[in-house]
């Protein structure tokens, strides 16, 4: 498995990388609000007044935590002037199933990513102590580091879920209850399977239509637009993440017919599929600086 120090390559987008926010702003290209990472997003801001150790620059420990899911502008509601961590991770590193994906992906980074989650002085030196952890591990060369980043990432993910429900009220599970977190429950998880609206409205135990207009009513847009972009979103990361070439991502989301899936994503996107994939080429041959645990 592949982490943050072991790419030399700066053309190979990244598995797993802890950075500091500031050093992010200011490489080539600098991350602004614009930015949209193919990996999941958890962005720590810090302050200063604890002493946690070393690795921790400035003693600055987690105050608030900001969200962004793959393909979402991580750092929109960040304030400028903000220092501290950004950490950003893939599926393919953190592997993350059932209940657990459920819980630490799709509640954060889906629900929950509106609204930054505040970190209580009690919480502030835990959450200190596993970012110093995760430091620690990624600038480690010793054997399982990566099983013991990963150990540490979903501790580190456990506490922001719990922060996230007691911010919120929570007094047990945070799915929705309403048709339309139910549905996004059921798209981020079966997106590759499922293609049509009649398949969700089977689950959900409504009609195809009634589940299309309450999805209209309730974002402005049907289900089955949001079915297509969730399978956009996740082609398009492929693509970043490994380069994979049409009949590979085709194939990964279900399409059996490779020409039509071509045809979608032109559909969908704008471009062809072999336009948008000399874009990240040529995005990820700019010069990066070599990537560095803070």
Same mark, same amino acid.
């Given at each position: 498995?592949?982490?943050?120090?072991?790419?030399?390559?700066?053309?190979?987008?990244?598995?797993?990388? #802890?950075?500091?926010?500031?050093?992010?702003?200011? /490489?080539?290209?600098?991350?602004?609000?614009?930015?949209?990472?193919?990996?999941?997003?958890?962005?720590?801001? $810090?302050?200063?007044?604890?002493?946690?150790?070393?690795?921790?620059?400035?003693?600055?420990?987690?105050?608030?935590?900001?969200?962004?899911?793959?393909?979402?502008?991580?750092?929109?509601?960040?304030?400028?002037? /903000?220092?501290?961590?950004?950490?950003?991770?893939?599926?393919?590193?953190?592997?993350? %199933?059932?209940?657990?994906?459920?819980?630490?992906?799709?509640?954060?980074?889906?629900?929950?990513?509106? $609204?930054?989650?505040?970190?209580?002085?009690?919480?502030?030196?835990?959450?200190?102590?596993?970012?110093?952890?995760?430091?620690?591990?990624?600038?480690?060369?010793?054997?399982?580091?990566?099983?013991?980043?990963?150990?540490?990432?979903?501790?580190?993910?456990?506490?922001?879920?719990?922060?996230?429900?007691?911010?919120?009220?929570?007094?047990?599970?945070?799915?929705?209850?309403?048709? *339309?977190?139910?549905?996004?429950? #059921?798209?981020?998880?079966?997106?590759?399977?499922?293609?049509?609206?009649?398949?969700?409205?089977?689950?959900?135990?409504? %009609?195809?239509?009634?589940?299309?207009?309450?999805?209209?009513?309730?974002?402005?847009?049907?289900?089955? $637009?949001?079915?297509?972009?969730?399978? @956009?979103?996740?082609?398009?990361?492929?693509?970043?993440?490994?380069?994979?070439?049409?009949?590979?991502?085709?194939?990964?989301?279900?399409?059996?017919?490779?020409?039509? *899936?071509?045809?979608?994503?032109?559909?969908?996107?704008?471009?062809? *599929?072999?336009?948008?994939?000399?874009?990240?080429?040529?995005?990820?041959?700019?010069?990066?600086?070599?990537? @560095?645990?803070?």
């Amino acid at each position: 498995m592949i982490t943050a120090l072991d790419f030399q390559d700066a053309s190979a987008p990244l598995l797993f990388d #802890l950075s500091p926010l500031a050093a992010l702003r200011q /490489a080539p290209p600098p991350a602004d609000l614009a930015t949209r990472w193919p990996q999941y997003t958890l962005v720590l801001v $810090e302050e200063e007044g604890y002493h946690v150790g070393p690795l921790l620059a400035d003693n600055q420990v987690p105050r608030t935590l900001y969200f962004g899911r793959p393909g979402q502008t991580a750092l929109e509601l960040v304030p400028k002037r /903000a220092k501290g961590q950004v950490l950003r991770f893939t599926d393919e590193f953190v592997r993350l %199933t059932g209940t657990d994906r459920e819980l630490l992906l799709f509640q954060l980074f889906h629900q929950a990513a509106a $609204e930054p989650v505040l970190v209580p002085d009690e919480q502030a030196m835990e959450m200190a102590f596993l970012v110093g952890s995760l430091q620690r591990q990624a600038a480690s060369a010793a054997i399982l580091r990566d099983d013991l980043l990963r150990s540490y990432l979903k501790t580190l993910l456990l506490h922001c879920t719990r922060l996230s429900q007691q911010q919120r009220g929570a007094t047990g599970s945070m799915v929705q209850a309403g048709l *339309f977190g139910r549905f996004q429950q #059921l798209l981020e998880l079966h997106y590759a399977q499922w293609k049509s609206v009649a398949e969700y409205a089977d689950q959900l135990h409504v %009609t195809a239509n009634h589940l299309s207009v309450s999805i209209r009513k309730e974002t402005g847009q049907p289900a089955s $637009e949001h079915i297509r972009r969730r399978i @956009m979103l996740e082609a398009k990361r492929l693509v970043s993440l490994r380069d994979a070439s049409l009949k590979e991502v085709a194939y990964q989301l279900g399409f059996e017919d490779v020409a039509h *899936f071509s045809k979608l994503f032109k559909r969908c996107t704008g471009i062809t *599929f072999s336009h948008f994939k000399k874009q990240i080429q040529a995005q990820y041959n700019c010069p990066l600086p070599k990537l @560095m645990i803070a």
